[in-house]
């Protein structure tokens, strides 16, 4: 598993174009009905169906702009989660260093090393090393969980993206079909409850990120634990000295 910075910029890519997109067809539809409904021959309910049409996709057009904005709020998240991920794997290289420096076996002549000094060490380093080890397992899984996020989140605004520009393509079928020989009411129906599954595509696309990121809150409060371990008597660094 691994988030890709390029990836993620692309998707913003893709989303940001979208977005100019709809705001375009959302000017470009008022104009595109009125002229098409602006002619002799064209029946009563002809004209008021495709004006019909046109609302629904300008309401549902502004309703995926209202959640997109809202979405785009967090954007910077996945590249912080993918930032602290690579500073957290640097605290965990550094604290598995320290924990083999102490070691017992890292003592030159352990076994001729005698009296209080002696004994200070091999009662107090000990300590110092599981704690040590322990901050450096917490950086590990707090390592994994972030880079996990990052990457959901980057899938997140791919499918965002692909949402976008699937409706984007019914607002152009619907241009489209404001001047089509054979548009009927029936017709229109059928374009806008194609394009009303793309605003609930949004909604179903956040609730499985906040599943997802619910499992990685599970995991931190473990880690919460963790720092709360017989490793950090009373949830204290273990002290140096007596």
């Not at 640097?90 to 000094?117: C, F, H, I, M, Y």
Request: glycine share 8%; with cysteine; proline share 3%.
């Amino acid at each position: 598993m691994s988030f890709s910075m390029a990836e993620f910029r692309a998707a913003i890519d893709k989303i940001n174009r979208g977005m100019d997109d709809i705001s375009a067809k959302m000017q470009e539809m008022p104009a595109a009905a009125n002229s098409a409904v602006d002619h002799w021959y064209i029946p009563g309910f002809i004209a008021d169906a495709i004006i019909w049409l046109c609302e629904k996709m300008i309401a549902l057009a502004q309703k995926i702009w209202d959640k997109i904005v809202e979405v785009l709020k967090g954007i910077a998240a996945p590249v912080y989660f993918f930032m602290y991920s690579r500073d957290l794997n640097g605290v965990s290289t550094s604290a598995r260093g320290v924990v083999a420096n102490p070691a017992d076996g890292q003592l030159v002549n352990a076994s001729d090393w005698k009296g209080e000094a002696a004994e200070a060490y091999k009662r107090e380093v000990p300590a110092q090393r599981d704690a040590t080890g322990e901050v450096g397992a917490i950086a590990d899984k707090m390592s994994s969980s972030l880079i996990w996020a990052a990457v959901a989140g980057c899938l997140f605004y791919v499918g965002l993206g692909v949402i976008i520009v699937k409706f984007v393509l019914a607002m152009i079928a619907a241009v489209a079909a404001f001047g089509s020989a054979v548009f009927s009411r029936a017709g229109a129906a059928i374009i806008v409850e194609e394009a009303g599954v793309n605003p609930a595509a949004i909604g179903a696309l956040v609730a499985t990120l906040l599943a997802l990121l619910g499992d990685q809150v599970k995991e931190m409060v473990a880690l919460q634990q963790a720092a709360s371990s017989d490793k950090f008597p009373h949830g204290k660094w273990p002290k140096a000295s007596a």
